[in-house]
């Protein structure tokens, strides 16, 4: 029985482990079906929400692209609309400009129409007016007993006379006239000669070459951002040029005195190599002082030289810094001890005051070394700073005389005069080169020769003055005065010289006649 009992359970646990695992079975494939159609439901949804964002996205990107495309057809109309207008525009434009081409055609059609005619009567109003001619000539011809050629001489010859004393007598009252308001005229003229000169000039005696050891001095010369260059130029007053020029700098300046501290304040500066703003300005400082000390004893060596009595200090200095002075080449102080002297030997040789007349020689050109500070002529200025420290009027006189601005009152200022003339004439004084002084000379004496009724021309005081002797048979008071114009006027035109030329027309009547027994 109990094997039985055993037998039946084991047989129970047996079926019901069968119909346990069968009815898992039946519940797991239950599960596993309701899982897939879950997963095919999932599907269905995504599958759905796919085609519904993608339906989306297509009416979004439809009604973007029929945005645009509206947007670019309204931009497209608007510019249409404006090439429409300006087309219409310029059709009528041009309709306008060939309505009035036509018009202007016509026009000129008629106008050529109407100088035809014209033309053709005035063909024939000269042909009867060359007939009434030759028949007045014929008529004049018997009556007077001349030739039309005859004639038409006298009469030329007749007019021309008439026409220059005429022209002469009015340009003299014209020219006296003018005189009153020549300022502006002269200085205008002054203006071109110094033009025609003024490149020759600068380039070859305006400037200092101040050779360098290397490239790199350049650089300090002109210093971070241009510094140093900057102060030198401030202090010295003067034009630093650095080029491409190797190994030198240049200095340029009008101002010989300045170009001449400048220079040796930069070469002191490269020498000792700390080129700075304070050093230039204590090297400078340095080198003025120096400069001052030597002009102040310039001048007293020169009047110590001259024999010459006290002078007040700053005419002492003003006579040193002639030594930075140069006219034509030639050293302005050196000018002015050549006239001193010469004009003491020539007061001692008329019986005058040798000192007074070397004094007046001395300061004869003072002025000069004024003109870079002030304006004005150096006789102006000379003669207003002697007069500031009293100097005499003989001094004064012969300032004034020596460029013919007053004639000489004494000896001794007669003597300055004929000194200064003897100075600046003298050859190998002044630089000039001497075939183109010659050929200058050749062309101003053949320009007055050239002109009816003169008989000799003479270039004197080194080319400066040209004297013109004219027949005073052919030439009057007024013509005198108006071929000296002419004269000057062709001077200006065709030859190139510095400064200026004084033209002297010169007209004299010469009677002789002999007393015999």
């Not at 404006?82 to 009528?92: A, F, T, V």
């Not at 101002?255 to 230039?280: F, M, S, W």
């Not at 002075?325 to 005051?353: F, I, K, P, W």
Request: proline content about 2%.
């Amino acid at each position: 029985m109990e094997f039985e009992y055993i037998l039946s359970s084991v047989i129970v646990g047996v079926l019901s482990s069968a119909i346990s695992i069968f009815v898992v079975k039946k519940l797991d494939k239950a599960k596993f079906q309701i899982f897939i159609e879950q997963a095919k439901a999932k599907a269905k949804v995504i599958e759905h929400e796919a085609e519904v964002a993608l339906k989306d996205a297509q009416l979004k990107a439809k009604s973007e692209c029929d945005r645009e495309f509206k947007n670019a057809r309204r931009d497209y109309e608007v510019m249409l609309s404006k090439i429409e207008k300006k087309e219409r525009d310029l059709n009528e434009h041009l309709e306008s400009e060939l309505k009035i081409i036509k018009q202007e055609k016509e026009q000129i059609i008629e106008n050529n129409k109407k100088i035809t005619i014209l033309k053709e009567g005035l063909e024939k109003q000269k042909k009867t007016y060359e007939d009434m001619t030759v028949e007045a000539i014929k008529i004049l011809e018997n009556a007077s007993g001349l030739t039309q050629i005859e004639a038409k001489e006298l009469m030329l010859k007749k007019v021309k006379e008439d026409s220059r004393a005429e022209i002469s007598s009015i340009f003299r009252k014209k020219y006296k006239l003018a005189e009153i308001n020549s300022k502006n005229e002269i200085n205008n003229m002054l203006s071109q000669a110094v033009s025609r000169y003024a490149g020759e000039f600068a380039a070859e005696r305006l400037i200092n070459n101040i050779p360098l050891n290397d490239e790199e001095t350049k650089g300090k010369i002109i210093g971070k951002e241009g510094r140093n260059i900057k102060a030198l130029e401030m202090l010295l007053g003067v034009d630093i040029i650095i080029d491409d020029t190797p190994n030198t700098i240049t200095i340029s300046s009008f101002n010989l005195y300045r170009r001449a501290v400048a220079t040796k304040t930069i070469k002191e500066l490269i020498e000792d190599g700390r080129i700075q703003p304070a050093r230039i300005e204590e090297i400078y400082k340095k080198v003025k002082l120096e400069f001052d000390k030597n002009i102040q004893k310039e001048g007293e060596d020169v009047i110590l030289e001259l024999g010459i009595k006290s002078m007040h200090p700053e005419l002492v200095k003003l006579v040193g810094r002639l030594r930075y002075r140069a006219s034509y080449g030639q050293n302005a102080l050196a000018h002015t001890l050549e006239v001193a002297h010469l004009s003491g030997l020539l007061a001692a040789q008329m019986e005058g005051d040798a000192i007074l007349a070397r004094r007046a020689g001395l300061l004869h050109d003072i002025g000069k070394a004024l003109t870079h500070e002030m304006p004005g002529s150096h006789v102006h200025l000379g003669a207003e700073i002697c007069k500031r420290y009293g100097e005499c009027d003989t001094v004064i006189n012969a300032i004034y005389a020596h460029h013919g601005h007053e004639e000489p009152i004494n000896v001794e200022s007669a003597s300055v005069c004929a000194a200064d003339a003897l100075s600046a004439a003298r050859p190998g004084a002044r630089r000039e080169v001497l075939e183109s002084f010659l050929k200058r000379v050749e062309e101003i004496e053949h320009i007055c020769t050239s002109k009816v009724g003169v008989t000799n021309a003479y270039a004197i005081n080194a080319g400066r003055e040209v004297r013109v002797i004219v027949n005073a048979h052919l030439v009057n008071d007024d013509e005198s005065v108006l071929l000296a114009t002419e004269i000057a006027k062709d001077i200006e035109e065709k030859v190139q010289y510095p400064g200026e030329i004084k033209v002297n027309v010169i007209r004299e009547e010469r009677a002789e006649s002999y007393a015999r027994k």
